[in-house]
């Protein structure tokens, strides 16, 4: 079992539509949880943080964690053609040997048509 | 504030052959990572350097591959040899700490014919 599943889309939405991302985890050792957003040949880029349950919002994107469910989530409002990349969960150790280091999930392709 | 480069931005080579890659992180970050991406996968750390001490690389395959941090601060990712399941794009990202936010450069994009 991999310890980071993400759900593998693609997605396809039209312009305006509410997204929602997913991704399930096993290790219950992740204290932070982030998403990265990756353009086509691009590296990927951190789109929102977060380390508790809960949400945060940051403009059309809102991130949401229940850790009691090892489940994150991350909603995007009034979606943009703009938005369409692969959106990727990341997650990381509170310490330990694996101090740092970001388990990615395989990522969700998702394309907004206008 | 210059992000993380990288180069070169592609590389095709034949099985068995080796190739280099190089990172120049975020000035002043003490932590650099490379990662493995392949197609349809999220990123897979290889290794993370802590200035130029190794601080992980229980994922890098150390027959074939190695990486080292002169000085603390550019890096370089070796293969050798290639095999076809190398094919992949190569991610350099560096940090502040341990613990802070990863910046990513660009990748290299390998192809291993």
């Known amino acids: 079992q991999k310890e980071v599943e993400q759900d593998p889309g693609p997605l396809s939405v039209p312009e305006g539509a509410i997204v929602s991302l997913n991704c399930t985890y096993s290790?219950?050792?992740?204290?932070?949880f982030m998403w990265y957003r990756q353009y086509s040949r691009k590296g990927p880029e951190l789109l929102m943080y977060?380390?508790?349950?809960g949400n945060k919002e940051d403009g059309r994107f809102t991130a949401q964690v229940d850790k009691s469910s090892k489940y994150i989530s991350l909603f995007i409002r009034d979606s943009q053609p703009s938005d369409s990349a692969t959106y990727l969960c990341?997650?990381?150790?509170?310490?330990?040997?694996?101090?740092?280091?970001?388990?990615f999930g395989q990522g969700t392709i998702l394309t907004v048509h206008p | 504030e210059a992000g993380v480069a990288q180069s070169p931005r592609y590389k095709i080579i034949e099985k068995r052959q080796s190739v280099a890659f190089w990172c120049n992180p975020i000035?002043?970050?003490?932590?650099l990572y490379w990662y493995q991406q392949i197609l349809g996968q999220g990123p897979k750390l290889l290794i993370q350097?802590?200035?130029?001490?190794?601080?992980?690389d229980s994922q890098l395959p150390k027959d074939r591959f190695s990486a080292e941090r002169l000085k603390g601060v550019d890096s370089t990712l070796k293969i050798q040899p290639a095999k076809l399941e190398d094919s992949a794009v190569y991610l350099c990202?560096?940090?502040?700490?341990?613990?802070?936010?990863?910046?990513f450069g660009p990748g290299t994009r390998l192809t291993v014919l």
């Open positions: 977060t380390y508790s349950s």
């Open positions: 990341a997650m990381i150790s509170a310490g330990g040997t694996s101090y740092g280091k970001l388990t």
């Open positions: 290790n219950s050792a992740f204290q932070y």
């Open positions: 990202a560096s940090s502040l700490d341990r613990q802070d936010t990863q910046y």
């Open positions: 000035s002043g970050h003490a932590t």
């Open positions: 350097f802590q200035n130029n001490g190794v601080v992980d």
